[in-house]
Nanobody, 125 residues
């Protein structure tokens, strides 16, 4: 049974940093990709970052490029999202997802098979 547990959200001041974690289990092989999504009230869910296990590269939306970093770190079955220079518009519920797809040729495909429950990020101005 595939499970994803996302954590690390909280309250941070504008300009601050947070690191989110996504621990996944139940895969017999590595998933194709792990993505991080942001949901803000009144807006569509946005995929902000993706790590591809296919080409071992990270991909980002334009809204977070240069400020966020997705990585696998040294812990197997864990993907991190390091968020720096946070802005009030970065606030929302962040959810990790598994078995989507991202690549240099096709960008980030937001259709994923497995989802975490989400962790809330609040950024005070």
């Amino acid at each position: 049974q595939v499970q994803l547990v996302d954590s690390g959200g909280g309250l941070v001041q504008s300009g601050g940093s947070l690191r989110l974690s996504c621990v996944f289990s139940g895969f017999t092989v590595d998933p194709y990709a792990i993505g991080w999504f942001r949901q803000t009230p009144g807006q569509e869910r946005e995929e902000v970052a993706c790590f591809s296990y296919y080409d071992h590269k990270p991909y980002y939306s334009d809204s977070v490029k240069g400020r966020f970093a997705i990585s696998t770190g040294n812990t197997k079955n864990t993907v991190y999202l390091q968020m720096n220079n946070l802005k009030p518009e970065d606030a929302g519920v962040y959810t990790c997802a598994a078995d989507g797809f991202c690549s240099s040729d096709y960008g980030m495909n937001p259709h994923y098979d497995h989802w975490g429950r989400g962790t809330r990020v609040t950024v005070s101005s």
